[in-house]
């Protein structure tokens, strides 16, 4: 009798399988890089509107490049939300908990770093108006004075810690740590609420830790539209670009009429988000540009924290409402360019410092 002396398949070794590597995404870089740049043109729009105080007989021309200015990047703070969303449920999905809590502090960090530096900044111009300790306090509990571009950071990183944490356990972890961190996150207005009744002060610090609906919306859908595996064919691009000038048009009308700022969560903003994630969605980067793009990408967030200070200092000085609006619209895109300059070379000036861990 012949017997086999192959393997049974049970006695077969089992093979770990073979980690894919993960795809770069240089359309994603390309994102990063407009939602950024985008932010710092309303930012700089913004103050425009501010010259004229939102009023458009103090200076027409001013109001309306200003206004028009700002709306066309509504969609700039939900794009972020988007990205984010894609990085953690599909882009670079954490493995383990304390690749997580890496992300946590590699973000923390620099916030806290540009709170307190923000607060220092405005206290050496005297322009705080509660006192420096107090703004240095409630930094720390989410408080956004005087760097209000902050506050995106503050919903930024329990959505990314909530959308890790779902991932984790989905993949049969037990993140306990982070998950009494959000539990924390969640009670953090109520208890602060309670020892305000219980002890009488009313000098406690607001808690601003924490997220809407409408942003994990924007992470979550985010996640599903930039993790499409095709790009939008060409006879459609032409429609998603008209839907996106009609939805700045749109916000352009809201802002004069109805109310200013547009919220986050309204139809434009989130139409013109849509539009714009599926118009950069899988876009080829050449070759040639790949390395800048990655530098300018990695940037990104230093020079989104630094602007402020560059649009407070150098833009506000020189704005004024007396202008018409063609030479408002010059004025606007030379600021912006400037602004553009000055904080993205400072971003890469401390990247190659070795500071970006602390500066973002």
Request: aromatic letters at 10%; hydrophobic letters at 50%; a positive charge.
């Amino acid at each position: 009798m012949l017997v086999s002396t192959s393997p049974s398949p049970a006695a077969a070794p089992q093979r770990e399988p073979v980690a894919q590597p993960r795809e770069h995404r240089h359309d994603v870089d390309l994102m990063r890089l407009v939602g950024s740049a985008t932010v710092i043109f309303t930012h700089t729009s913004a103050t425009l509107i501010h010259a004229t105080d939102d009023d458009r007989a103090n200076g027409p021309g001013v109001y309306w490049v200003g206004h028009i200015g700002d709306a066309m990047g509504a969609f700039a703070v939900p794009l972020f939300f988007a990205i984010a969303g894609w990085a953690v449920l599909v882009g670079a999905s954490p493995r383990d908990e304390p690749r997580i809590w890496a992300r946590i502090v590699r973000n923390s960090v620099p916030l806290f770093v540009w709170s307190l530096g923000y607060v220092a900044w405005a206290w050496l111009r005297d322009r705080n108006e509660d006192p420096t300790s107090d703004l240095a306090v409630q930094a720390f509990f989410g408080s956004i004075r005087p760097a209000y571009h902050l506050w995106f950071m503050y919903a930024y990183i329990p959505i990314m810690a909530l959308l890790a944490l779902m991932v984790l356990v989905r993949n049969g972890k037990h993140p306990w740590r982070l998950g009494l961190a959000l539990l924390g996150v969640a009670a953090g207005p109520a208890v602060l609420a309670t020892l305000a009744e219980v002890t009488g002060r009313d000098d406690l610090p607001s808690f601003g830790w924490g997220f809407g609906t409408y942003q994990m919306v924007y992470a979550v859908g985010g996640a599903l539209l930039i993790g499409l595996p095709h790009r939008v064919s060409h006879r459609y691009r032409w429609a998603l670009v008209a839907t996106l000038l009609v939805s700045m048009a749109g916000a352009v009308w809201y802002d004069t009429t109805i109310h200013y700022p547009l919220p986050n969560a309204h139809l434009f903003v989130g139409v013109a988000t849509i539009c714009v994630i599926l118009l950069l969605n899988r876009v080829r980067v050449p070759e040639r540009w790949r390395p800048r793009l990655s530098r300018l990408a990695g940037a990104a967030l230093g020079a989104y924290l630094v602007h402020v200070f560059f649009v407070e200092e150098v833009v506000v000085p020189i704005v004024s409402a007396d202008l018409s609006a063609p030479l408002a619209a010059l004025e606007l895109v030379a600021l912006v360019a400037v602004t553009l300059v000055l904080s993205y070379g400072a971003s890469m000036l401390w990247g190659r410092l070795g500071l970006r861990r602390w500066l973002g």
